[in-house]
């Protein structure tokens, strides 16, 4: 919800938490059509996936709202909360990822389980910044953002989500932040739940 080098460990999808638990290399799928399924992550230094705990919470808050959707996961790292929802019935998945490692990764679980699942998986090699700013005409019913923590990414992604025709009406966009961090949020965008996990907030927004 991962980049290399000095400059790009900086852009690591959890570059968030020193405290948090280093990357294994594999995360499992715990719900839905997929469940069990393991997913292998880049290994790149900072790259923590969203918890289990954390996705079991969210997909518990988005559990009637997933099938037939059309999914966007930024900043997408492991590709965790993407293929979450593409097992529990998104019919499409994009996932936006920055590092090539990791996309390449993110390539091969996409055309694995696309196999399998009932929707389709694509990665987008891109920053995810710059693929918002571009605009688009295909809308997103569920939006994920779990940008690398201190760098303003996700006030970034939420304004331009809201300004660039990325959304369907009805929309849910999920944000993952540092605890202290209260994002600012258009005013048409509705808090539908929150919560604390130590040092990362996570929000559950539905647009109207």
């Known amino acids: 919800m991962p980049r290399s080098s000095h400059k790009q460990k900086k852009n690591h999808k959890s570059q968030h938490l020193a405290s948090a638990p280093r990357n294994d290399g594999v995360v499992r799928i715990i719900?839905?059509?997929?469940?069990?399924?393991k997913l292998n992550v880049a290994d790149i230094p900072g790259l923590r996936p969203t918890t289990d705990r954390i996705r079991e919470t969210l997909f518990n808050?988005?559990?009637?709202?997933?099938?037939?959707t059309r999914c966007l996961d930024l900043f997408a790292g492991s590709g965790a909360l993407a293929f979450e929802a593409l097992s529990r019935g998104a019919q499409w998945v994009t996932l936006v990822e920055k590092d090539g490692p990791a996309a390449r990764i993110l390539s091969?679980?996409?055309?694995?389980?696309?196999?399998v699942a009932m929707g389709t998986a694509s990665v987008v090699r891109a920053d995810a910044i710059h693929v918002l700013q571009q605009g688009t005409d295909q809308c997103y019913d569920i939006v994920f953002i779990?940008?690398?923590?201190?760098?303003?990414?996700?006030?970034?992604?939420?304004?331009?989500?809201a300004t660039h025709g990325w959304l369907n009406p009805g929309a849910w966009v999920y944000v993952?932040?540092?605890?202290?961090?209260?994002?600012?949020?258009?005013?048409?965008?509705?808090?539908?739940?929150?919560?604390?996990?130590?040092?990362?907030?996570?929000?559950?927004?539905?647009?109207?």
Do not use: C, N
């Not at 091969?108 to 389980?113: D, T, V």
């Not at 202290?180 to 604390?196: D, G, I, M, N, S």
């Open 31 to 37: 719900g839905g059509q997929l469940r069990g399924r």
């Open 176 to 208: 993952e932040t540092e605890a202290e961090l209260a994002p600012h949020v258009p005013a048409h965008w509705q808090l539908h739940r929150e919560k604390l996990a130590g040092q990362v907030a996570y929000r559950l927004y539905l647009v109207r």
């Open 108 to 115: 091969q679980h996409a055309e694995q389980l696309s196999a």
């Open 146 to 161: 779990d940008p690398p923590f201190g760098m303003g990414l996700a006030e970034q992604a939420i304004q331009l989500l």
């Open 61 to 68: 808050w988005l559990q009637f709202e997933v099938a037939d």
